[in-house]
Every structure is written in structure tokens, then in C-alpha cells.
């Protein structure tokens, strides 16, 4: 593959999507920002107190990558019968971490396309499509970061 990597799995979501789910007021139009730009420097709303796994899933993928950059992160909703497009990442690359996911979740970039598991990380090169066609909301945490050598990754974890 060469726009789909797969970079980890397994991830323990639980206690994350818990605290995500016990506090709806955070979500705004299907989407939580934990990191923005805005004029012209990046705005961190990382919340220690409120949603400090999604803070550990971020630089738990920074290590992975051996990130020199984080960009924007956000978590992100997509009902039943929806999709949702990762948008331009302004050079950077995207990795996204499924939270909360059921058969039948997908993800596609140019003409690859895997089904998504819980507590799997991907690294997406481009723009990526997200499908879900399950019974369940899919959440993910989507950051946008930029490794040390660009398009060097590291195995994923067995």
C-alpha cells in the first residue's frame, strides 16, 4: 500500500471514549478540537483535566512517528450512514486512531481502502474518506503531524 499504513493496534480505547461519551457539551458539529491554528500560531486546547487519554494517544503517536511537528488534532464523529474527509494538512502527514468503531467502518485514500478495527492507528497520505456504513457512531482522533524523516515509518508493534 502506499497511501494506507497501518502503524498500530490494538489500542485500549475504553476509559478514553468513556470520559469522551460523559461529556457531550465538548462536541460541536461532530467534532471536538483539542488543537487549532489561528492567526497564524497553533492554539492548544488540550484539556488535562477533561480528556487526558486523547492527550496520551497524541504523543503516543508523536513517539511512534518520531514527530517533529504536531498540527492541528481533533476528534471526530461520523453517525451511521455518513463520511467524513480528512481535509488538506498543510504538508504535513495524517494518523488517525479509531475510538470507537463496528463492522463495517471503512477508510479509503486514492484506491486503497482498509476496514477499520478498534484501537487501530494509520498513518494516510493525502486526503482519506471515511465511511461508515455500521449501526454505531465511528469516533476517531485525527492529528496532523510531521515525522522527523519524512516517508520513513516505523514497523508496526507486534
Same mark, same amino acid.
Given at each position: 500500500?502506499?497511501?494506507?499504513?497501518? $502503524?498500530?493496534?490494538?489500542?485500549?480505547?475504553?476509559?478514553?471514549? +468513556?470520559? &469522551? &461519551?460523559?461529556?457531550?457539551? $465538548?462536541?460541536?458539529? @461532530?467534532?471536538?478540537?483539542?488543537? +487549532?491554528?489561528?492567526?497564524?500560531?497553533?492554539?492548544?486546547?488540550?484539556?488535562?483535566? $477533561? $480528556?487526558? +487519554?486523547?492527550?496520551?494517544?497524541?504523543?503516543?503517536? &508523536?513517539?511512534?512517528?518520531?514527530?517533529?511537528?504536531?498540527?492541528?488534532?481533533?476528534?471526530?464523529?461520523?453517525?451511521?450512514?455518513?463520511?467524513?474527509?480528512?481535509?488538506?494538512?498543510?504538508?504535513?502527514? !495524517? !494518523?488517525?486512531?479509531?475510538? @470507537?468503531?463496528?463492522?463495517?467502518?471503512?477508510?479509503?485514500? +486514492?484506491?486503497?481502502?482498509?476496514?477499520?478495527?478498534?484501537?487501530?492507528?494509520?498513518?494516510?497520505?493525502?486526503?482519506?474518506?471515511?465511511? @461508515? @456504513?455500521?449501526?454505531?457512531?465511528?469516533?476517531?482522533?485525527?492529528?496532523?503531524?510531521?515525522?522527523?524523516?519524512?516517508?520513513? !515509518?516505523?514497523?508496526?508493534?507486534?
Amino acid at each position: 500500500m502506499n497511501f494506507l499504513q497501518k $502503524l498500530a493496534g490494538g489500542i485500549d480505547t475504553t476509559q478514553a471514549l +468513556h470520559s &469522551l &461519551l460523559r461529556q457531550p457539551e $465538548l462536541w460541536v458539529d @461532530n467534532v471536538v478540537t483539542l488543537r +487549532h491554528f489561528a492567526e497564524g500560531k497553533w492554539q492548544n486546547w488540550f484539556s488535562l483535566d $477533561l $480528556l487526558p +487519554h486523547f492527550r496520551q494517544f497524541t504523543f503516543g503517536i &508523536l513517539a511512534r512517528i518520531e514527530g517533529e511537528e504536531l498540527g492541528g488534532v481533533e476528534i471526530v464523529k461520523v453517525p451511521p450512514g455518513e463520511d467524513w474527509t480528512s481535509g488538506a494538512s498543510g504538508g504535513m502527514d !495524517y !494518523y488517525f486512531l479509531s475510538i @470507537n468503531v463496528a463492522p463495517g467502518v471503512s477508510v479509503a485514500s +486514492h484506491a486503497e481502502g482498509v476496514m477499520l478495527a478498534p484501537g487501530d492507528v494509520w498513518w494516510v497520505k493525502d486526503e482519506a474518506k471515511f465511511v @461508515n @456504513n455500521s449501526a454505531d457512531d465511528f469516533i476517531l482522533l485525527a492529528v496532523v503531524a510531521r515525522p522527523s524523516s519524512p516517508g520513513t !515509518y516505523l514497523p508496526e508493534a507486534s
